[in-house]
């Protein structure tokens, strides 16, 4: 079965960084789009960002724009999500996911997604 497990979160300083991978195993990782959502506390689950399965097309919420870089490397069945200037309002439960929508392309709605790593929690401090 799919399986996707998250690591890197952590606790950092506002204008830190931090790189949250996603390890991605149980069937052909490159053939299916794959996405990062964050769950403030309290708040819903959003998109932050996601990747076509070539990597050749991305997408970001407006409010990580410029900051945060989605990649993947499907020979290593792993994406991940570089973030950088990072702010408290970043402060979240970070979840990977996966879709069975084969050669799907860009996919930011979470409905979209079957499947769901147990998340990575990021605390940045002011």
């Known amino acids: 079965q799919v399986q996707l497990v998250e690591s890197g979160g952590g606790l950092v300083q506002a204008g830190g960084s931090l790189r949250l991978s996603c390890a991605a195993s149980?069937?052909?990782?490159?053939?299916?789009?794959m996405g990062w959502f964050r769950q403030p506390p309290g708040k819903e689950r959003d998109i932050v960002a996601a990747?076509?399965?070539?990597?050749?097309?991305?997408y970001y919420a407006d409010s990580v724009k410029g900051r945060f870089t989605i990649s993947r490397d499907n020979a290593n069945n792993t994406v991940y999500l570089q973030m950088n200037a990072l702010k408290p309002e970043d402060t979240a439960d970070y979840y990977c996911?996966?879709?069975?929508?084969?050669?799907?392309?860009?996919?930011?709605?979470?409905?979209?997604?079957?499947?769901w790593g147990q998340g990575t929690q990021v605390t940045v401090s002011s």
């Open positions: 996911a996966t879709t069975d929508r084969l050669g799907s392309m860009i996919l930011s709605r979470p409905d979209l997604y079957n499947y």
């Open positions: 990747i076509s399965w070539g990597g050749g097309k991305t």
């Open positions: 149980g069937r052909t990782f490159s053939s299916y789009a």
